[in-house]
């Protein structure tokens, strides 16, 4: 199993739709939420995405085209 930590923004067509939870029922991931600020118009989370390396692959370049922006993401994390 691999871990890995993404920044996912969101802009205001995808702020109220289930990105996260799609993300893992499609693909074999577990979703970890550490930090996140959504408002009404925009929003960015702090992801911890586990699972095997080739379904964090294909998750992340899957949410890539669905949300703004994914980057990886260091600190920032509540321990």
Do not use: C, H
């Not at 199993?1 to 109220?16: C, E, H, N, T, Y």
């Not at 390396?53 to 920032?76: C, F, I, N, Q, Y």
């Amino acid at each position: 199993m691999a871990r890995r930590r993404l920044k996912l923004i969101f802009g205001p067509d995808l702020v109220k739709e289930p990105v996260i939870y799609q993300l893992g029922r499609k693909f074999e991931i577990v979703t970890n939420i550490r930090r996140a600020d959504v408002t009404r118009d925009q929003g960015w989370v702090l992801l911890e995405v586990t699972g095997e390396p080739e379904e964090l692959d294909r998750g992340s370049s899957t949410s890539s085209r669905a949300v703004v922006s994914v980057e990886p993401a260091e600190g920032d994390f509540v321990g």
